[in-house]
């Protein structure tokens, strides 16, 4: 089986060539059977017309030559014979004069005659006009005839020569087009496979431009969605199993660091409950080192209790809701409902488990009350798209600086001097097993804004 091994710009260059050159050869195939066609047809007819044509033109010239050798015979002859009789002329209806060499008179138009009795003389009759004209007319046809018959192996050809000269223009116009659209077409595919082997190399980053409005732009937007979707899963992953080698860490460190707390707390209490002497300031140092050793062991206990939390992190389980009655409901609570505002508009169908996102935001709205400067503000602005429920919570907080931002979601990354650093990344993974994400939207010194992507339900 034949197979056209050539580049895509090039298959396209043909084919559009072959489908301009087709109508164009048929055309000059049907344009010179027609003309050859109409031709022999009025040559046909030519030939049947002209030989009555001039038929009739003869007969027109013989009724001409008859009338002339009437006006010579019957009229002029007698007039020479009177004239040189001396005898009076005789008029007639169709003489209109007679003219001499000595004495030149204009009768035109006019039929002359003269006559060998009277040589000197001319006798001027009045021409026939529908004889004359109808001659003419007659002689004008035939002469057509003969130019048709002169010029049929010319123009026809000519006029071929002239359709093949402006089809053959508009057979090169469809070629350039065909060019520039193919390689219009072959640049962005080129592009597309470009971007493809970024992708398989690692690169998930790169993107295609979309525009042209055809089924390569669909297939460019459709690559980067795929693009896009494929590293939100990869960070997604990524993310997961970091916080996983953490979870791992934080479950060996709650172990290790719970067990010696108590035998410290008790060594050091013993130690202050022991001693029964009589120096104050030695009592009063017993005091402060197991009112410092009692603190910092609560401390430690809160932390072996975060680890424990974020080892033991639960799956999510979850149910269909409304998140704007949800969201409503965790803003009426005394801890919020002076200084935290929603907005949102209509219902918001969403799986979620109520538990986990209710901790999640409780973390984000504490951080902001935390950061702030003087009176907390946070504000709770929803909008949806076709598929997704964007969740925007802005406060008016210290911000957090940028060479921060990219480390803020992992664990034990803190800006606090008491904070574990677990709480944000505590916030993106309930984000994640939610099939959503989060991000940092804006950050400045009067406050920052974060993003909670929710995919709506169905």
Known sequence: MFRFNASL?????????????????????????????????????????????????????????????YYKDAVARPLAIARANGEPLQ??????????????????????????????????FK???????????????????????????????????????????????????????????????????????????????????ETGGDEVANLAESFNVMTSALKNEQERVSYLERLNTWKEIAKHLAHEIKNPLTPIRLAVELCASKYDGSDPSFRKLLDDTASIVDEEIRHLEHLVNEFRGLSKLPQPQKTPGDLRE?????????????????QSDGELPVSFDEVLLKRAFVNLLDNAKESATS????????????KQVQIRITDNGSGISE???????????????????????????????????????????????FLITLPLAN
């Open 9 to 69: 710009r090039t298959k396209l260059i043909v084919l559009l060539f072959v489908v301009s050159a087709i109508p164009l050869v048929v055309s000059i195939y049907l344009v010179e059977n027609i003309t050859v066609l109409i031709q022999n047809v009025s040559s046909n007819e030519a030939a049947l017309i002209k030989p009555q044509l001039e038929k009739a033109a003869m007969a027109y010239r013989d009724q001409i030559d008859l009338r002339k050798r």
């Open 127 to 209: 021409i026939d006009p529908t004889l004359q004209r109808n001659l003419q007319e007659l002689t004008n046809s035939i002469y057509r005839i003969d130019r048709i018959k002169t010029m049929k192996s010319k123009l026809p050809r000519s006029y071929n020569y002239a359709f093949i000269a402006v089809l053959g223009g508009v057979v090169a116009l469809v070629t350039l087009a065909a060019l520039i659209i193919a390689s219009f077409i072959t640049r962005r595919l080129r592009n597309l496979v470009a971007a493809t082997e970024a992708v398989a190399s690692g690169d998930l980053n790169i993107k295609v431009d």
């Open 326 to 342: 949800f969201l409503r409901a965790l803003c009426k609570t005394p801890n919020y409902k002076d200084w935290v505002t929603l």
């Open 375 to 386: 009176s907390p503000k946070a504000a709770i602005n929803v909008t949806t798209t076709s």
């Open 91 to 124: 008029g007639h209806d169709d003489l209109l004069g007679i003219s001499t060499p000595n004495e030149v008179k204009d009768f035109s138009p006019s039929w002359e005659v003269k006559i060998k009795d009277d040589p000197m003389v001319t006798y001027h």
């Open 403 to 449: 060479s921060l931002k990219p480390q803020v979601f992992d664990p034990y990354v803190t800006t606090k001097d008491t904070g574990t650093g677990l709480g944000l990344a505590l916030v993106k993974k309930t984000c994640l097993d939610h099939e959503g994400s989060i991000i940092i939207e804006k950050t400045s010194p009067s406050g920052t804004t």
